[in-house]
């Protein structure tokens, strides 16, 4: 399903660089390694005082209800989109990027990615 099948923390198989990601029982903690830079985006906005604790868990908690209110399958994938609408919305409020802002930025990085040739590091847009 993701990029760390259940494998033993010390199978040479898994990327060194993701190794920090596999739980204690050997199994991938997260499913992308961006899933758990979303929520240490989260995690660091919060420290910053962007925004509370409890806002970020209303904000995620409300994205949830809308997933599951439009029968959106009930899995990691779903959860971790969840956690980036959450985010795109708390930032968007908090902060003075907009959604323009976010969507241009992504779209520089799907350009960025569409044009690097394969096997070679994606710049920064």
Same mark, same amino acid.
């Given at each position: 399903m993701g990029i760390l /099948? +259940?494998?033993n923390t010390m199978n +040479?198989?898994?990327?060194?660089?993701?190794? /920090?990601?596999?739980?204690? &029982?050997?199994?991938?903690?997260?499913?992308e390694a961006w899933q758990a830079e979303a929520l240490?985006?989260?995690?660091?906005?919060?420290r910053?005082?962007?925004?509370?604790?409890s806002t970020w868990s209303a904000a995620l908690g409300e994205t949830l209800t809308t997933a599951e209110l439009s029968k959106a399958e009930d899995t990691q994938e779903t959860y971790y989109r969840c956690v980036?609408?959450?985010? +795109? =919305?708390?930032i968007t409020?908090?902060?003075n990027i907009s959604?323009?802002?976010?969507? &241009?930025?992504? =779209?520089?990085?799907?350009d960025a990615?569409?044009?690097?040739p394969h096997g070679q590091p994606i710049k920064a847009p």
């Open positions: /099948p +259940e494998l +040479e198989s898994v990327d060194s660089s993701l190794k /920090p990601l596999l739980a204690m &029982d050997g199994k991938a903690a997260f499913d240490a985006l989260a995690d660091t906005l919060v910053n005082g962007v925004f509370s604790a980036l609408s959450a985010l +795109e =919305q708390l409020t908090h902060t959604s323009i802002d976010i969507k &241009d930025k992504h =779209q520089s990085w799907v990615y569409l044009s690097t």
